[in-house]
């Protein structure tokens, strides 16, 4: 915490590389899920093929991802991007499954009953129904990047990651404890502002 305390600049430019990191691969990875989690909802076969393609993605460790990426990529931000929205995948597609399919069948067949075309039905019946879901999505996905993020610092992408790289380094324990306690800090406010959204559009 001393450190904290001492280091308020250094602090807020990693905390600010951080968010950059987590908010452009959420970014990402929600232009991605949210399409084709619509097209899966109504095409079993899709969805078990991208399920299983999410899954073997997920299951690779982050520093061999990062790995793999450098050496098509290179060094910096996007290429931690890019694994990060990787990583989001499997979360954000498979809760847009379940949101666009929570959304009844009578429901869909009343607003084609009403006129409605398929843009309109996606836009003002199906996506505000399935929006509780979506961001219950968001969340976990959130909660899950602010701490991948971390090891993002170890291919000079920035982020909170460099304060446990470098004490880990340097054998300075304050450093590590500093990161560690911003990144969980970090978790925490995403968490109870997004959980506290969920609640809100679900009423």
Not at 113 to 127: I, N, P
Not at 191 to 201: H, K, N, S
């Amino acid at each position: 915490m001393r450190w904290i305390a001492s280091h308020p600049g250094e602090l807020a430019t990693l905390l600010g590389q951080h968010l950059a990191l987590v908010a452009s691969g959420l970014a990402i990875a929600l232009a991605l899920a949210l399409p084709l989690g619509y097209l899966a909802a109504h095409r079993r076969r899709l969805e078990s093929q991208l399920a299983a393609l999410f899954g073997v993605i997920y299951t690779i460790p982050s520093l061999a991802l990062l790995a793999l990426l450098v050496t098509a990529l290179g060094l910096g931000f996007w290429t931690a991007v890019i694994a990060l929205a990787a990583y989001a995948q499997m979360i954000l597609f498979r809760n847009a499954v379940e949101g666009f399919r929570s959304v009844g069948q009578p429901i869909l067949e009343a607003a084609a009953g009403l006129g409605m075309t398929d843009a309109q039905r996606l836009w003002r019946v199906e996506l505000p129904l399935a929006l509780p879901v979506l961001i219950g999505g968001l969340r976990i996905a959130t909660v899950s990047l602010i701490a991948i993020a971390s090891v993002a610092a170890w291919i000079n992408a920035g982020g909170l990651g460099v304060l446990f790289f470098d004490g880990i380094h340097r054998n300075d324990v304050e450093k590590i404890v500093a990161g560690s306690v911003a990144s969980a800090a970090l978790a925490v406010i995403a968490d109870t502002f997004l959980r506290g959204l969920e609640r809100l559009v679900k009423v």
